[in-house]
T-cell receptor
Framework: AQTVTQSQPEMSVQEAETVTLSCTYDTSENNYYLFWYKQPPSRQMILVIRQEAYKQQNATENRFSVNFQKAAKSFSLKISDSQLGDTAMYFCAFMKGGANSKLTFGKGITLSVRP | DAGVIQSPRHEVTEMGQEVTLRCKPISGHNSLFWYRQTMMRGLELLIYFNNNVPIDDSGMPEDRFSAKMPNASFSTLKIQPSEPRDSAVYFC????????????FGSGTQLSVL
């Protein structure tokens, strides 16, 4: 079974600064995908970024980027130029490749961006 | 596209009552997932369907919970009888298999059982 661990329950960052959210996972699979989802107070689950395990290049989406360390089974999210709208819970998630795969989430981290 | 549509957005009921949550996946998606979110346990997968067939229901907590997907555009999650510990946010999500491997979520149903 796969597990996803987010050990920091909450973090705070000053507006315009950079913050990194940590995530580790455990799997015996070689083909898998990793995700970061954002859940603002509206409750909506929003996909932030996605990484395929077979790709060495780290995924980037505007101010969001990941540091994917496959050997260490680490998948951290870096948010640059933090904005007030980034205040939310962030969930790291894992999905194995192949058919009939499901998304396994970490416990989440609450990020607060201070004005 | 309207996205994944869940109803109701909020549900308040009394212990012992039957509760039915509804989900309409994104048109063309063939996989559907029901998740439950609580403070204590985070996001848990309850059940998922592929092509309307239940693939894994190992996360369904007990016999009081049941889920159906009678067609590709509709699914229900039923709790009968409901208990206070069922209070949570229930999310439905859909995806396309084989596809780019990410789930689109509905807005969730906030269930409160008194």
């Amino acid at each position: 079974a796969q597990t996803v661990t987010q050990s920091q329950p909450e973090m705070s960052v000053q507006e315009a600064e950079t913050v990194t959210l940590s995530c580790t996972y455990d799997t015996s699979e070689n083909n898998y995908y990793l995700f970061w989802y954002k859940q603002p107070p509206s409750r909506q689950m929003i996909l932030v970024i996605r990484q395929e395990a077979y790709k060495q290049q780290n995924a980037t989406e505007n101010r969001f980027s990941v540091n994917f360390q496959k050997a260490a089974k680490s998948f951290s999210l870096k948010i640059s130029d933090s904005q007030l709208g980034d205040t939310a819970m962030y969930f790291c998630a894992f999905m194995k490749g192949g058919a009939n795969s499901k998304l396994t989430f970490g416990k989440g981290i609450t990020l607060s961006v201070r004005p | 596209d309207a996205g994944v549509i869940q109803s109701p957005r909020h549900e308040v009921t009394e212990m012992g009552q039957e509760v039915t949550l509804r989900c309409k996946p994104i048109s063309g998606h063939n996989s559907l997932f029901w998740y439950r979110q609580t403070m204590m346990r985070g996001l848990e997968l309850l059940i998922y369907f592929n092509n309307n067939v239940p693939i894994d229901d190992s996360g369904m907590p007990e016999d009081r919970f049941s889920a159906k997907m009678p067609n590709a555009s509709f699914s229900t999650l039923k709790i009968q009888p409901s208990e206070p510990r069922d209070s949570a946010v229930y999310f439905c999500a859909s995806s396309f298999e084989p596809g780019p491997k990410f789930l689109f979520f509905g807005s969730g149903t906030q269930l409160s059982v008194l």
